[in-house]
């Protein structure tokens, strides 16, 4: 597994079909973000709640010990609790933090926030699948 980077994260087409993108990584935790558009909307002209899962989802990779450092990770567990509805237009921010990094399992909390508000949060367990190669 080739650790990822910004620019290989950022050049996946799903992400880019859907306008989410890294914004930063640490040690511990990652940020991307996303612009809400009509690309985004569900049949009543909301915001569809795939996008939301997509991006809470999604971000639980990038924190720097796992794809960055190469370390390959599936999602087994996803938990999301839906809070508020984002509007159209609005930049959604969406930070995971990982809890706890073990020789099998990856547990991560996950927030996205609008502005200062808070619509969803919730936890991840990922699946350590491949350590990442010693040199």
Do not use: W
């Not at 997509?54 to 990770?73: N, Q, S």
Request: some cysteine.
């Amino acid at each position: 597994m080739r650790p990822a980077t910004p620019e290989t994260i950022n050049a996946i087409p799903m992400l880019q079909s859907l306008g989410i993108h890294l914004c930063e990584s640490g040690p511990d935790f990652a940020v991307m973000e996303v612009v809400v558009d009509e690309r985004h909307a569900n049949y009543f002209g909301g915001v569809h709640g795939g996008l939301l899962a997509t991006l809470a989802d999604t971000v639980c990779f990038f924190p720097e010990p796992l794809l960055p450092a190469g370390r390959l990770v599936t999602t087994s567990n996803l938990s999301l609790n839906y809070l508020k509805a984002p509007a159209l237009g609005s930049r959604l921010t969406a930070r995971s933090q990982i809890e706890h990094l073990g020789r099998r399992t990856v547990s991560l909390s996950i927030k996205i926030m609008a502005d200062d508000v808070c619509l969803v949060h919730g936890t991840a367990t990922l699946i350590v699948l491949k350590e990442p190669e010693t040199l």
